[in-house]
């Protein structure tokens, strides 16, 4: 189950920065240490190396790739990074059964009505955290619009987390 997390966007785009930076570091490191041990071992001196040297680069990125997933996406300082991703791989679902969800909020479904709410509470974190405030102003009446739907339904409108169920429960909608 994911759960929206508050967090300070200038905060978030500083980590996520030096965290892209270090990750870059990590692949030049790699991608110039394995290409020059490709030439070493299988290179003619003097000779056209390039398929070596790119075979050296495209092993540094499988390893910079498995490292990174394998060993440092569970670290504290890589977190933020984790955080947006997750974030907007779970609100790519929601994206992916939309027309659902709308057939589902217009016949009152309560889970299709949570699924929309939290969506847009997700989306206006996910423009927050990359600071795309232009995006998020032209949702604003359809994001007010669903809040107070849920006001008169007597339905609690801070749905920060997301309950696979409502996915779901959906897709039988439409």
Do not use: C
């Amino acid at each position: 189950m994911f759960e929206i997390r508050p967090m300070s966007a200038e905060r978030y785009r500083q980590d996520t920065r030096r965290i892209a930076f270090v990750v870059i570091a990590i692949f030049l490191v790699l991608a110039l240490l394995l290409s020059s041990l490709a030439v070493q071992l299988f290179g003619d001196p003097g000779g056209n190396n390039f398929r070596w040297n790119l075979l050296g680069v495209l092993a540094g990125l499988a390893a910079t790739v498995a490292l990174v997933r394998l060993k440092l996406w569970s670290t504290a300082w890589m977190a933020p990074a984790a955080y947006g991703w997750q974030l907007k791989r779970n609100l790519m679902r929601i994206t992916n059964v939309m027309h659902h969800v709308k057939a589902g909020v217009a016949a009152r479904q309560p889970e299709a009505i949570k699924l929309l709410r939290f969506y847009h509470l997700g989306v206006t974190q996910m423009h927050q955290l990359d600071g795309n405030l232009t995006e998020l102003a032209g949702m604003v009446r359809e994001i007010d619009a669903h809040r107070e739907l849920m006001e008169e339904l007597g339905m609690d409108a801070e749905q920060t987390h997301l309950d696979p169920v409502w996915i779901e429960a959906v897709k039988g909608i439409g």
